[in-house]
């Protein structure tokens, strides 16, 4: 655009100073001359300098309506309000688990004592006994350990209850007690009378009513310590009497170890040698003995 007007004054402003040249007389051409290319340089200045200010007007005006926007942005933004931050979601509070009712808990332990007194009286049929600690019945349901004291179980003076995750109950029998005193006066009574009043005061061996009970109770842990210590020995069976007197033989004779308590009577020892197939120990019974063998 620009080249075309200026491309277009100059061919103006030579025609005109040509014709000036030709239609005047010397002295008096040269001035008008001298004065339109005045006139032309005053126009074509006057015309760049008009478009000029106009681009610069078109910048000004959009800076201005730029900042106008600015300002009604700002004004905006001032005036909104603050949107509330979320608070962070809470989990619903678990509800909290009934309290059993004291009701309930006593009927669920004497349900428990039922059962710890039959499994005793399978055993021991004159067996009593109570609570070492009221335990908690929370602690016998998730499977601990609770103690008893008990009475009329030969020597056993406690036993460990628990139930396992099956509701089988397990029975520990044990003796708990303190150094006996040696006697003060260190006499004795006579033989005879003493021992024979001892006699009469003595109850008679309670009869074993479950052999499984009873071998659950007494006779499995009694068979395991001694088989273990004779068969570290070189051993390789024992022989039960019918009085619960383990023996071996050692040079032709007979050597106590130990004896088992409440040892069932002998009607009941064909169930014990499959109780002892159980424990892959082998029972046979020869007269008035019960020999068991482990190799």
């Not at 005793?120 to 601990?144: E, F, H, M, N, R």
């Not at 308590?261 to 009941?268: E, G, I, L, M, T």
Request: aromatic residues 6%; charged residues 25%; contains cysteine.
């Amino acid at each position: 655009m620009r080249k075309t007007v200026f491309t277009k004054s100059m061919k103006i402003l030579i025609i005109s100073l040509l014709l000036l040249a030709v239609f005047f007389q010397k002295e008096r051409s040269q001035k008008l001359m001298a004065l339109v290319l005045i006139l032309w340089i005053a126009v074509t200045a006057g015309i760049f300098l008009f478009r000029k200010s106009g681009k610069l007007a078109k910048k000004c005006s959009a800076l201005s309506a730029s900042l106008k926007q600015a300002r009604r942005t700002a004004k905006a933004a001032a005036e909104k309000p603050a949107e509330a931050v979320p608070e962070p979601e809470t989990e619903p509070a678990s509800p909290a688990k009934p309290v059993p009712d004291s009701r309930e808990t006593d009927t669920m332990l004497l349900h428990i004592s039922l059962r710890i007194t039959e499994k005793l009286k399978s055993a021991y049929p004159q067996s009593v006994w109570q609570w070492k600690d009221t335990p908690s019945l929370q602690d016998i349901l998730a499977g601990g350990t609770t103690r008893i004291l008990v009475e009329n179980m030969d020597a056993y003076t406690h036993a460990d209850i628990s139930f396992d995750r099956f509701g089988r109950i397990h029975v520990e029998p044990m003796t708990i007690g303190s150094f006996a005193e040696p006697s003060g006066n260190g006499t004795s009574a006579g033989p005879g009378t003493g021992d024979a009043d001892a006699a009469e005061e003595m109850p008679p061996e309670p009869s074993v009513v479950d052999v499984r009970v009873w071998y659950e109770l007494v006779g499995q842990k009694v068979l395991e310590t001694q088989i273990t210590d004779l068969n570290a020995n070189g051993h390789t069976k024992l022989t039960i009497k019918e009085n619960g007197d383990i023996v071996v033989n050692r040079q032709k004779k007979e050597v106590l170890k130990g004896t088992l308590d409440s040892f069932p009577a002998k009607s009941c020892w064909e169930e014990l040698v499959l109780l002892l197939a159980e424990d892959e120990l082998k029972g046979k019974i020869a007269g008035n003995t019960l020999q068991v063998s482990w190799i």
